[in-house]
């Protein structure tokens, strides 16, 4: 049995699949800033907008469906997560010779393809790289940094704008771009360096994990977890569109986007939180917590008329609301699934959760379109509120099956 892997490589495991995730993001939220005003330039209409969302979401899911398919060794995981990142920036990086709407939505559907292809795989790598106790602290980093990318490459979009064509700024995109898939390469040589180090022991003092061939599935805890994730993850609005909620009922500019800065602010404060043990670990908790914040922040939107101090609480709720779930929901993924099946069951709930949010979002976006307002809200904070008591209601640890 080979010993623990040591604490510098605990240290960095997770702080450079952060630096990833943290390059990634810049990349394509500087995109995502960018990109309606670039789809209206090549003469894209509200419907090829929506076309673009759709298809890159299903390319998304299929990414799923690809790893969890190829997944099944630490070599391929790597493989697919440097594949995954670098699909991701040449996708993005190319939107800016887009010569037509076409091109465009096909080059996001790419970018798409790449996020979905390494999200299982990376996450199988980082769990089975360091101790359960060191999971939740983990995820919390690689979650700041990843959110604290999406902060600062808007910023970058909005400083430049005024100096440089959209094209130009997508071009510009191949730095951070770059650096993103260097530091792909150097996390996943640095997971599978404390792969083989590490004797795959949870907390101390408990019996070794079962081999991975050998680990038993939970199926009634993996059931609850799969329903109530996908439940969480249905309720959980994108920010977008709890931006448009606000700007629809007359909302002012400056108000929305103070809303969308707060809310990643939160962001990312929760997750450095998480994972410098200022707030607990237990994914018990943390699912708990973020089920009532979800909610919370849906039933602050479900007025006509929302008072901007109402908008303002929801977007600090929901910034809260989703660490705890992100983290959450990927510690007690790792608690259920043994490691030779963390890419298969990773990509496996991103697909259930994709799909359920699919169906249910244009539905709540529906019932606001026609006044309902408090109806669709009601249904979002209350799948969220569902899911997050179900997942609360959860055991952290999933008691050893008799041996037989």
């Given at each position: 049995m080979t010993a623990a892997p040591g604490p510098d490589l605990r240290k960095a495991v997770p702080l450079r699949f952060g630096l990833t995730s943290l390059f990634a993001d810049m990349t394509y939220e500087l995109a995502h800033v960018l990109l309606p005003s670039l789809m209206l330039h090549l003469g894209g209409t509200g419907m090829a907008t929506a076309l673009m969302e759709s298809l890159a979401e299903g390319t998304k899911m299929a990414g799923f469906w690809t790893a969890g398919h190829l997944g099944r060794n630490p070599e391929k995981e790597s493989l697919l997560v440097r594949?995954?990142?670098?699909?991701?920036?040449?996708?993005?990086?190319?939107?800016?010779?887009?010569?037509?709407?076409?091109?465009?939505?096909?080059?996001?559907?790419?970018?798409?393809?790449?996020?979905?292809?390494?999200?299982?795989?990376?996450?199988?790598?980082?769990?089975?790289?360091?101790?359960?106790?060191?999971?939740?602290?983990?995820?919390?980093?690689?979650?700041?940094?990843?959110?604290?990318?999406?902060?600062?490459?808007?910023?970058?979009?909005?400083?430049?704008?005024?100096?440089?064509?959209?094209?130009?700024?997508?071009?510009?995109?191949?730095?951070?771009?770059?650096?993103?898939?260097?530091?792909?390469?150097?996390?996943?040589?640095?997971?599978?360096?404390?792969?083989?180090?590490?004797?795959?022991?949870?907390?101390?003092?408990?019996?070794?994990?079962?081999?991975?061939?050998?680990?038993?599935?939970?199926?009634?805890?993996?059931?609850?977890?799969?329903?109530?994730?996908?439940?969480?993850?249905?309720?959980?609005?994108?920010?977008?569109?709890?931006?448009?909620?606000?700007?629809?009922?007359?909302g002012s500019f400056p108000v929305t986007v103070g809303g969308f800065l707060l809310s990643s602010l939160m962001t990312v404060g929760v997750n450095l939180a998480i994972a410098r043990r200022r707030l607990s670990s237990s994914p018990r908790i943390l699912l708990g917590a973020s089920g009532f914040l979800i909610s919370l922040s849906a039933l602050l939107l479900s007025g006509t008329h929302p008072a901007p101090i109402l908008y303002l609480l929801a977007m600090t709720a929901w910034g809260s609301g989703e660490a705890f779930a992100s983290v959450g929901l990927k510690v007690r993924g790792a608690i259920l699934w043994p490691p030779a099946l963390r890419t298969r069951g990773f990509a496996l709930f991103e697909r259930m959760a994709a799909f359920l949010s699919l169906l249910f979002w244009p539905l709540a976006a529906h019932l606001w379109d026609l006044g309902q307002t408090e109806a669709g809200m009601g249904m979002a904070a209350a799948a969220a509120a569902t899911g997050g008591l179900i997942l609360a209601r959860s055991p952290d640890k999933v008691p050893q099956l008799p041996a037989s």
């Open positions: 594949t995954g990142y670098a699909l991701t920036v040449l996708g993005t990086v190319l939107m800016g010779a887009a010569g037509s709407a076409g091109a465009l939505i096909a080059l996001k559907s790419l970018s798409w393809f790449g996020k979905g292809l390494r999200g299982p795989a990376r996450d199988a790598l980082l769990t089975n790289a360091l101790p359960a106790d060191l999971h939740a602290a983990a995820f919390g980093i690689v979650r700041g940094l990843d959110q604290t990318g999406g902060l600062i490459g808007p910023l970058l979009a909005l400083g430049l704008s005024g100096l440089l064509s959209p094209s130009r700024i997508l071009f510009l995109t191949i730095v951070p771009g770059v650096l993103c898939v260097a530091y792909s390469v150097s996390a996943t040589r640095t997971a599978l360096r404390a792969r083989i180090e590490t004797d795959h022991q949870s907390v101390a003092g408990q019996e070794a994990e079962p081999a991975s061939g050998e680990a038993p599935l939970h199926s009634h805890a993996l059931r609850a977890f799969l329903l109530g994730g996908v439940l969480l993850r249905a309720g959980m609005f994108p920010a977008t569109l709890l931006m448009f909620r606000f700007a629809d009922s007359g």
